[in-house]
């Protein structure tokens, strides 16, 4: 199974974007699927998580403007991303700690990213 993450783009500050994140195939289960993002010379960070059950943790730079979600019946995730700042600008990447589709299981899978730019 793999993860599409799309939705990135140009944006000026305050504006919005929603990222998807779709699985290849249907997903019955997972256990954490999050959003990570990746600015130019720094490290990879978790933006946002969300577990099967629908509880969510947010980063606090993203509390309040990010909103994670997972539409389980087309297998995808969003980050619904609101008065974006300057800073929010990076590569996002979806990832799930595990993901079950039909009896097989796969762990540690990563999306290939999206690119966020947001001028000031």
């Known amino acids: 199974v793999q993860l599409q993450a799309s939705g990135g783009g140009l944006v000026q500050a305050g504006g919005s974007l929603r990222l998807s994140c779709a699985a290849s195939?249907?997903?019955?289960?997972?256990?954490?699927m999050a959003w990570y993002r990746q600015a130019p010379g720094k490290q990879r960070e978790v933006v946002a998580s969300i577990t099967v059950r629908g509880s969510t943790n947010y980063a606090d730079f993203v509390k309040g403007r990010f909103t994670i979600s997972m539409d389980s019946a087309d297998s995808t995730m969003y980050l619904q991303m609101n008065s974006l700042k300057p800073e929010d600008t990076a590569i996002y990447y979806c990832?799930?700690?595990?993901?079950?589709?039909?009896?097989?299981?796969?762990?540690?899978?990563w999306g290939q990213g999206t690119l966020v730019t947001v001028s000031s």
């Open positions: 195939r249907r997903i019955i289960n997972f256990g954490r």
């Open positions: 990832y799930a700690d595990t993901l079950y589709y039909g009896s097989i299981g796969t762990n540690d899978v």
